[in-house]
């Protein structure tokens, strides 16, 4: 069932990953704008905040993967702490999304599925 978590959460890794990706080097790029439903002007406006927003993601991304390794190497308990507030980070994130902005659903249940699902097994790894 770990294997099983860590693989949810590698995926729910490369996601934020990608999604740094578009908020902080591509903001601008017109495939970009046509994902977020921004305009030329507007993604101008915002690209600061995008690209600060992109790093939490980055950040979250690096925190997951860091407690993959501690956990797929033997340190159940610090990888796990690690993959908590990393993924619960994400999820909570998603949640936010899904309640500030009802359109953006598809991208909140991308964005919150693969964590929220490796979370659910890795509790049930550690209760088991």
């Known amino acids: 069932m ?8 590698g995926i729910a890794a490369v996601i934020h990953v990608y999604i740094f990706v578009l908020e ?7 495939s970009t704008r046509r994902t977020f439903g921004t305009s ?8 600061p905040l995008a690209f600060n927003q992109g790093f939490y993601n980055l950040f979250l991304a690096i925190t997951v993967g860091v407690g993959i390794a ?4 033997g340190a159940l308990a610090p990888g ?4 908590f507030a990393g993924a619960g980070s994400m999820v909570a994130a998603g949640l936010v999304l ?6 953006k659903a598809r991208a909140a ?3 919150l599925s693969a964590p929220a699902i490796g979370l659910i097994l ?4 550690l209760l088991g």
């Open 109 to 111: 249940l991308v964005q």
């Open 98 to 103: 899904l309640i500030s902005d009802r359109r």
């Open 70 to 73: 501690l956990a797929a190497n």
């Open 122 to 125: 890795l509790l049930i790894t």
């Open 24 to 30: 902080s080097l591509r903001w601008t790029a017109p």
């Open 80 to 83: 796990a702490a690690l993959l």
């Open 2 to 9: 770990l294997a099983l978590s860590l693989v949810f959460l």
């Open 40 to 47: 030329a002007a507007d993604a101008e406006t915002t690209k």
